[in-house]
């Protein structure tokens, strides 16, 4: 039996460049939570970006619940995936709920807007991620962790099968990078939801995902549950620098620390 989403040797590369993405590989089944990591530069966010279908992949191809990608309309893809960018410009001064609405926008269609169920589904999202109290106010006025958050929303208002994540904590105080990760978590656990999160923190993805997949420069170096991944072998020869590898006291996920250069025993 097929896969919920699979990427069958994918390749991708900007102009002339080198390949981006380099024949990868990977499987995601419903409930699942995978990472993507590695350094800058490795293809996390074009990845994401392939498995969203917004790039072609120019080798391989990517299947949806055994449905080529490439056949897909936009609007069939986006009633399933959902995607948090890295990176958002508002042009418009809409307010926080008119943000999350536009989560509703594949199910309307046409000159339809948004009815009351869409306006609930919104508000329940902007609860679940701690944003209601922005509903009636000027998306320019929150500050960047206060958006990331109401992009969470507009996400889960999507109601997506599939979740891709490109940093989703980047600006987030500590307590809202465990509120968020939480949520993503109960979407994964409860409601069945496939996520793929790329991700700069090591010790997040390895507490809250299944498995982890360790690109460098494009390619797969490994892949596996966390404890397979995280460990220092693996992660010197890809982020060439020197770090201890621990257990979390608590969870007993794998744990980095960094080793200063300056300071070495």
Request: hydrophobic share 40%; aromatic share 6%; proline share 3%.
């Amino acid at each position: 039996m097929a896969s919920f989403l699979e990427a069958i040797k994918v390749s991708y590369g900007y102009r002339a460049q080198r390949w981006v993405v380099d024949g990868v590989s990977l499987s995601v089944e419903e409930g699942e939570f995978v990472g993507i990591i590695g350094p800058n530069g490795a293809g996390k966010t074009t990845l994401l970006k392939l498995l969203d279908g917004l790039l072609e992949p120019q080798q391989g191809e990517i299947r949806l619940k055994g449905r080529a990608l490439g056949e897909m309309s936009r609007r069939e893809i986006a009633q399933q995936v959902a995607i948090l960018p890295q990176e958002v410009t508002f042009y418009f001064n809409f307010t926080s709920l008119e943000i999350v609405l536009q989560g509703r926008a594949p199910f309307l269609g046409g000159l339809r807007l948004e009815g009351e169920r869409d306006v609930e589904i919104a508000r329940n999202s902007m609860a679940k991620s701690g944003t209601l109290q922005f509903a009636d106010l000027s998306i320019t006025e929150l500050s960047e962790g206060e958006k990331q958050r109401v992009l969470v929303a507009r996400a889960l208002t999507q109601q997506p099968r599939l979740l891709l994540l490109d940093e989703p904590t980047a600006n987030l105080d500590l307590n809202y990078q465990v509120e968020v990760m939480d949520l993503v978590r109960v979407l994964s656990q409860q409601e069945g939801v496939a996520v793929v999160m790329a991700s700069h923190d090591i010790n997040l993805a390895a507490e809250y995902c299944h498995r982890l997949l360790l690109l460098k420069e494009g390619r797969v170096f490994c892949q596996g549950r966390p404890e397979e991944v995280i460990n220092e072998r693996v992660l010197t020869q890809v982020y060439e620098c020197h770090l201890l590898v621990d257990r979390n006291p608590l969870s007993g996920s794998p744990r980095i620390t960094l080793r200063s250069r300056l300071n070495r025993k």
